[in-house]
């Protein structure tokens, strides 16, 4: 496993827990990472590499109480948090298409301008197509997703999610030739 992934594997163990982090009974804040991340095939040496990261980067607070470590998030790690589960946000296409849009129409302020960028910029990544300037589509279900997004970027109550069966004969042919497996 890569330090990357290993440190989001980290943040998303200690934020499981919530605000009061994860306490593991271990002699040593090594051995207790390694025992939160029972799950992982990482060596000793990964472990001291990850716990120098996660310091480092001042992602994680390891404080001790006698035989007790307790991880918990700085406010760096919970930010950090927070960009990874985005990142892991998905849209699943379903092998048989309902013939139903997804549109995401949004009315975001100037003040607002670096969301709506970066919201736009996920948007894309997600697969949606730009059928007007603040007008996306995506064929498969996707509000929750990107309610999500939307929501991460406080810009939620400047969107509006629709469900459309039919659009317009040349609409219909643009999206078709950019989601060419419907």
Request: a positive charge; glycine letters at 2%; one cysteine or more.
């Given at each position: 496993m890569d330090t990357k992934t290993s440190i989001n594997t980290t943040l998303k163990k200690v934020g499981e827990e919530g605000l009061s982090g994860v306490s593991v009974i271990a002699p040593s804040a090594i051995l207790?990472?390694?025992?939160?991340?029972k799950e992982s095939?990482?060596?000793?040496?990964?472990?001291?590499?990850?716990?120098?990261?996660?310091?480092?980067?001042?992602?994680?607070?390891?404080?001790?109480?006698?035989?007790?470590?307790?991880?918990?998030?700085?406010?760096?790690?919970?930010?950090?948090?927070?960009?990874?589960?985005i990142d892991e946000i998905s849209i699943?296409?379903?092998?048989?298409?309902?013939?139903?849009?997804?549109?995401?129409?949004?009315?975001?302020?100037?003040?607002?301008?670096r969301q709506r960028a970066?919201?736009?910029?996920?948007?894309?990544?997600?697969?949606f197509m730009m059928?007007?300037?603040s007008m996306w589509v995506h064929p498969a279900p996707c509000f929750e997703q990107v309610e999500k997004l939307a929501g991460h970027y406080n810009i939620l109550r400047?969107?509006?999610?629709?469900?459309?069966?039919?659009?317009?004969?040349?609409?219909?042919?643009?999206?078709?030739?950019h989601f060419p497996h419907l």
């Open positions: 207790g990472l390694s025992i939160m991340l095939s990482a060596k000793d040496a990964d472990f001291r590499r990850i716990l120098t990261e996660l310091k480092r980067q001042n992602l994680v607070n390891v404080t001790r109480s006698n035989e007790k470590f307790c991880y918990t998030l700085t406010p760096n790690g919970a930010h950090r948090l927070q960009q990874a589960l699943v296409i379903p092998n048989a298409w309902d013939k139903k849009w997804r549109v995401v129409s949004f009315d975001i302020p100037t003040k607002f301008s970066v919201f736009v910029r996920r948007l894309q990544d997600k697969g059928l007007q300037k400047y969107c509006s999610l629709f469900e459309v069966s039919r659009f317009d004969e040349l609409s219909v042919r643009r999206l078709l030739r």
